[in-house]
C-alpha cells in the first residue's frame, strides 16, 4: 500500500509539501487551460454551424425572452460576423431566419444589423427576402432596413440576374412613400434597357405629381431616359440637383474593415494599370461624387452570358474574351481601370459611351455646381485629381466625353480663371469640333470676358489652350479626310455629320477669334514678349495649314500681331515672323500650283489674302532689307513730316537688319570682328557692298533660321540691296 | 449722385471704390490690392451701398473704378446692388463700372440670381467677374483681375482706356436668352 505523505505541521518542512502542491496544481491548471483552448478552438469552429442549424430549424413563435440559448447563438455569430464576416450559406440562412420573422421584430432587427458577407451574398437569399417582403409581415424600420442592406451589399450579390426578373414585383413598392427612395434606388441599380416601360414612366410622374420632385425619382427617370430617350419628357431631367444617398452607416465600419483585410491578402496583380489611377486615401469628406467606384460585375462571375472585366488579368486574356465581356454595375468605375479603357476603345460600344457620359455628367454637376461651395485644400485636391485622370483618360482615349463638353459649357460661364485652371485648359484644348453657328456662344463669349480681364499669363495660356485645340482639330481633320475623302463625320458616336465646309467654317472663327485676341491682348499688355510669342507660335500653325494638315484655308495674322512682331526688340520674334512668311508663301505657292494643275473647284483663295501677304511682304523686306521703313508703300506708312519731327535721323533705315533694335547687338558684334581695331564703331559701313552680304550670312550662323527661309525665297539674290520683294501675283481668274 | 468727373485726375494715382451689402469680401479684397501694387499709389474706398453721404463728398477723391460685389446666395446682396447702381452717373458706365459674383457654382440656390445679374451687367455693358471667395487663391486671383481693370480704367495703361476694354470684356447674355425674353 503506497503511503500516502501525512499532512505535517511541522515549521521545516511546510514548505516542501506546499510547493508540491503548487506544483499541482500547476499541473492541472495548464490541463484546464488546454482544455478550455480546445473547447474554444471547437467552439469557434462548431458553434457556428450548431448556430445555423438552431436559426434554420427553430420554430416560429419560439420565446425570446430568458432564452439563453438563442443568446449565446446570437451573440455568437455576432462576434464572427463583425470580426470575419459570413460565408454566404449563413447569409442565406440568416437572412431567412430574419426576414421570415420567425420571433420579433427586435431580433429581426438585431440580425440584419450584424449580417455582413465575408464574401458575396446569394442571389437566392435576397429574392427570398424580397418575397417575404412582399407579406408585408415586417414592421416598417426593419423593411427600410432589408433595403438599406440589400442596397450596402448590391455589389456582393453574385447575379443579379434573377433580380432582374422581379423587377416588376419591386417596382411595384414604389407606391410606398416610406420605401419608395430605397426602392428608387435599388431600381435605378438594376435597371436595363428592357425594363423602361412606358406604364412605368407613367407612374414614377404620377407619383412624382404627389410628393413633389423627388432627387430619386428624378434619377430614376433620367435613367429612363438614357435608355429610350422618347419615352421621358425632357422637362424632367433637366435640372437635376442631387443623387442618391448612402445608405450604408450601419455596415460601413465592419465592411471597410473586411475590405481592408482582403486587400492585405491580396497581390496586386493588374500590371495595366495607369500611373495616375490608384486612389489617394482619402478621409471623411461630405460629399462623394467624384470617387469612382470599383469594378464589380453587373452580372455575377457564374452567370452564363459573360466575363466581367474584373476577372481579367492581361491584354491576351483581354482580346481573348472580347466578344463575351460584360460591362460593369457602375460604370464610372470604367475610368479607374486602364483594361477597360482598352475595351471602350476597341468596342465603340454606344450604351457603354452612354452609360458612362450619364456618369461622369452627373459627378461632374454633383461637384462642380451643387451646395455650399467647399474651400478645403482636400476636396480641391480631390477635384483636381479627379479632372486630372479624366485628362489622361481622354488622352488614352484621345477623344473627349460628352459630359465633360456640357460641364465645361456650363464651368465656363462661371470660372474665375483660377480654380483647377491647368485641368480645365487641358480639357478644353480637347474638345471636338464645335459647330460654327455655336462656337460663339459656347466658347468665344465666356472667353472673351476672362482674357481680358485676366493677367498676361492667363491670357498666355488661353492662347495655348486655343493653338492646341486647333492642333487637334487639323490632326483630325486630317486623318478623317485621308479616311473618308470629304464626308467628315464629326465624331463616330454622333449622329451630327459636318461637311467640309462646316468644317472650315468653324476652324476660320476659331482663327480669326484667336486673331482679335492676340492683337487686342497685346495692345492692353504693351506687346509683352511672353504673349507675343505664344501668338506667333499659334501662327506658326496656321501658316502651315494647307501642307501640313492639307486644309484649304489661308488666314494671314493680322497687323496687331505682324507688327509688334516685326518691330520686337527680340531677335527670335522677328525670326519667327520670317518663318511665318516663309510658311505662308510656300502654302500658298503651292495652292496655286495645285489650282492651275488640277482645276480643283474647292480651292477659292480669296484674292484679299494674296494682297495681305504682299503688302506684308513689301513692308517686311521693305523694313529689314531695303531701308525703307514707314515709306508710303509699307503697310505703316507715316506722315514724312510726322517723322521728321521724332528728329531721328535715319528713321527710314532704323529698322534694317543693322539697326533693327533686335539685331543692333549682333551688328555690333560683327562689327567688332570686322574692323578689331577701329575705336569708333560705324555701323553704317555694314551696309556698303559686301560687308552686307557677309554680315547676313553672319546672322544666319547665330541661328536665324526662318529668317533665313524668308530672305532666300523673298528677295532677289542677283541684284543686290535695292532688290525688291518678290510679291506672289494673283492667280488670274481667283475671285 | 457719384459722378466722374467731378475732380481731375492725381498723378500715378487710382482709387477704387468696393461696393458690397455683406462686407465679407471688400476689406480682404481691398488689403490684398494695396499690397500687390508698388508702382501706383491705389486708395480702396469701401462702402456697404450708394450714394455715399454727401459731407465726406469734399475729402473723396475721384473715383476711377466703381465695383459691386454680389453674393449670389443673398437675396439683399442683390437688391442692393440694384438700388445702388441708380446713383452712379451714366458717366461711369462707359468703362468704370464692374460687377463681381460670389457663391455663383451653387446653381440650386443662385440661378435665377446670377441671371438677373447677368441681365444687369449685359445691359449696362460692364465686366462681369466670377469670384470664389472661399479659397484665399481664389480672393486673390479677382484682386489681380480687378486691378488690372483698375489701372485701366485710371488711365495708367497706355493705348487702352477703359471704354476699350469694356467693349472687350463686357458681359454678353447667352443668345438663347435673348430669346426667351422676347418671346415672354
Not at chain 1, 102 to 121: Q, Y
Not at chain 2, 18 to 29: D, F, I, M
Not at chain 2, 119 to 131: E, T, V, W
Request: glycine share 4%.
Amino acid at each position: 500500500m503506497p503511503q500516502t505523505p501525512e499532512p505535517s505541521v511541522s515549521g521545516g518542512r511546510t514548505d516542501f509539501p506546499d510547493e508540491n502542491d503548487s506544483t499541482c496544481s500547476n499541473l492541472s491548471n495548464r490541463s484546464l487551460r488546454i482544455a478550455e483552448k480546445e473547447k474554444k478552438k471547437s467552439e469557434a469552429e462548431a458553434p457556428l454551424s450548431v448556430a445555423l442549424t438552431y436559426f434554420s430549424e427553430v420554430k416560429a413563435g419560439t420565446p425570446v425572452l430568458g432564452n439563453d440559448e438563442l443568446e449565446g447563438h446570437l451573440v455568437r455569430l455576432e462576434r464572427t460576423a463583425l470580426a470575419q464576416g459570413l460565408p454566404p450559406h449563413a447569409v442565406s440562412i440568416m437572412l431567412e431566419f430574419a426576414m421570415s420573422l420567425r420571433m420579433t421584430n427586435a431580433i429581426t432587427s438585431r440580425v440584419l444589423r450584424f449580417l455582413v458577407p465575408a464574401s458575396v451574398v446569394p442571389q437566392e437569399a435576397v429574392l427570398r427576402g424580397v418575397s417575404w417582403l412582399c407579406t408585408q409581415k415586417l414592421s416598417q424600420s426593419n423593411q427600410l432596413l432589408f433595403l438599406r442592406w440589400v442596397l450596402t451589399m448590391f455589389d456582393m450579390i453574385d447575379c443579379k440576374d434573377n433580380l432582374r426578373a422581379i423587377y416588376g414585383f419591386i417596382f411595384s413598392f414604389v407606391t410606398d412613400e416610406s420605401m419608395c427612395p430605397f426602392i428608387c434606388h435599388l431600381l435605378y441599380l438594376l435597371t436595363i434597357k428592357e425594363h423602361v416601360k412606358a406604364y412605368r414612366v407613367r407612374k414614377l410622374l404620377d407619383i412624382q405629381g404627389k410628393m413633389g420632385r423627388q432627387p430619386y425619382i428624378l434619377q430614376l427617370l433620367a435613367l429612363y431616359k438614357v435608355f429610350s430617350p422618347e419615352m421621358v419628357p425632357h422637362s424632367v431631367t433637366s435640372r437635376m440637383r442631387t443623387g442618391f444617398r448612402n445608405h450604408d452607416s450601419t455596415w460601413k465600419a465592419p465592411l471597410a474593415a473586411l475590405a481592408k483585410r482582403r486587400v492585405g491578402q491580396e497581390t496586386p496583380s493588374m500590371d495595366l494599370v495607369l500611373g495616375l489611377r490608384q486612389k489617394p486615401n482619402r478621409k471623411k469628406r461630405k460629399f462623394h461624387h467624384l470617387e469612382v467606384p470599383d469594378l464589380a460585375p453587373a452580372m455575377g462571375p457564374n452567370s452564363r452570358k459573360g466575363v466581367c472585366l474584373q476577372q481579367l488579368r492581361s491584354f491576351s486574356e483581354l482580346l481573348d474574351n472580347l466578344s463575351s465581356i460584360e460591362l460593369p454595375a457602375q460604370m464610372g468605375s470604367l475610368l479607374s481601370s486602364a483594361m477597360a479603357l482598352h475595351y471602350l476603345d476597341c468596342v465603340q460600344d454606344e450604351s457603354a459611351f452612354l452609360r458612362l457620359n450619364f456618369w461622369l455628367g452627373h459627378a461632374l454637376q454633383e461637384e462642380f455646381f451643387a451646395g455650399p461651395v467647399e474651400g478645403g485644400q482636400e476636396s480641391m485636391a480631390e477635384a483636381a485629381h479627379f479632372l486630372s485622370m479624366l485628362v489622361s483618360t481622354q488622352h488614352f482615349l484621345q477623344e473627349g466625353f460628352s459630359a465633360t463638353e456640357g460641364f465645361l459649357c456650363k464651368f465656363l460661364e462661371v470660372w474665375d480663371g483660377f480654380l483647377h485652371r491647368p485641368q480645365i485648359l487641358e480639357l478644353l484644348s480637347n474638345i471636338a469640333l464645335v459647330p460654327s453657328s455655336q462656337i460663339k456662344q459656347v466658347l468665344f463669349d465666356p472667353l472673351m470676358q476672362l482674357y481680358f480681364t485676366s493677367s498676361v499669363f492667363f491670357k498666355c495660356s488661353v492662347i495655348e489652350c486655343l493653338s492646341s485645340m486647333l492642333r487637334k482639330w487639323l490632326t483630325w481633320h486630317s486623318v478623317c479626310a485621308k479616311e473618308e475623302g470629304l464626308n467628315i463625320s464629326l465624331n463616330n458616336r454622333s449622329t451630327m455629320s459636318l461637311s467640309l465646309s462646316g468644317f472650315l467654317d468653324s476652324v476660320l472663327k476659331l482663327v480669326q477669334f484667336v486673331g482679335r485676341l492676340t492683337s487686342a491682348g497685346l495692345q492692353l499688355e504693351r506687346c509683352h514678349t511672353l504673349l507675343l510669342h505664344h501668338a506667333l507660335g499659334f501662327y506658326e500653325m496656321v501658316s502651315d495649314m494647307y501642307l501640313k494638315y492639307s486644309l484649304p484655308l489661308f488666314v494671314m495674322l493680322p497687323p496687331g500681331v505682324f507688327y509688334p512682331a516685326l518691330l520686337a526688340a527680340d531677335p527670335i520674334a522677328v525670326d519667327r515672323l520670317g518663318r511665318i512668311m516663309f510658311k505662308y508663301r510656300q502654302n500658298l505657292t503651292h495652292a496655286k500650283e495645285q489650282r492651275l494643275k488640277q482645276k480643283e473647284l474647292y480651292l477659292q483663295i480669296s484674292r484679299s489674302v494674296y494682297e495681305e501677304f504682299n503688302t506684308y511682304l513689301v513692308t517686311m523686306v521693305g523694313f529689314l532689307w531695303n531701308s525703307v521703313a514707314f515709306g508710303p508703300r509699307s503697310g505703316l506708312a507715316i506722315n514724312q513730316r510726322l517723322l521728321e519731327r521724332t528728329k531721328v535721323a535715319n528713321y527710314s533705315s532704323s529698322f534694317n537688319l543693322v539697326h533693327h533694335p533686335a539685331f543692333v547687338n549682333y551688328a555690333v558684334d560683327f562689327h567688332q570682328q570686322c574692323w578689331p581695331e577701329r575705336t569708333d564703331m560705324d555701323l553704317n559701313s555694314i551696309q556698303a557692298g559686301r560687308y552686307w552680304d557677309w554680315y547676313v550670312e553672319y546672322l544666319y550662323t547665330q541661328g536665324f533660321e526662318g529668317l533665313r527661309d524668308f530672305i532666300k525665297v523673298s528677295i532677289n539674290p542677283s541684284a543686290t540691296r535695292q532688290s525688291t520683294a518678290h510679291p506672289l501675283s494673283q492667280p488670274s481668274q481667283s475671285g | 449722385m457719384l459722378k466722374p468727373f467731378r475732380k481731375v485726375p492725381v498723378l500715378n494715382t487710382a482709387n477704387l471704390l468696393l461696393v458690397e451689402n455683406e462686407e465679407q469680401l471688400q476689406s480682404r479684397l481691398g488689403e490684398i490690392i494695396l499690397q500687390i501694387e508698388k508702382d501706383v499709389k491705389i486708395n480702396v474706398r469701401l462702402a456697404r451701398k450708394l450714394p455715399l453721404p454727401m459731407d465726406t463728398q469734399d475729402s473723396r477723391p475721384r473715383i476711377d473704378l466703381v465695383v459691386f460685389i454680389v453674393n449670389l446666395m443673398s437675396e439683399r446682396s442683390l437688391q442692393c446692388a440694384e438700388k445702388s447702381i441708380k446713383c452712379l452717373d451714366p458717366g461711369f458706365f462707359l468703362g468704370k463700372v464692374c460687377f463681381v459674383v460670389t457663391g455663383a457654382r451653387c446653381l440650386s440656390v443662385s440661378t435665377n440670381h446670377l441671371l438677373t445679374v447677368r441681365k444687369m451687367a449685359a445691359s449696362l455693358h460692364c465686366p462681369l467677374l466670377f469670384a470664389e471667395d472661399q479659397t484665399s487663391e481664389g480672393v486673390s486671383t479677382v484682386a489681380v483681375r480687378l486691378l488690372g481693370i483698375l489701372k485701366v480704367a485710371a488711365g495708367l495703361v497706355p493705348l487702352a482706356t477703359g471704354l476699350s476694354l469694356n467693349s472687350l470684356a463686357h458681359c454678353v447674355l447667352p443668345s438663347d436668352l435673348d430669346e426667351l425674353d422676347s418671346l415672354t
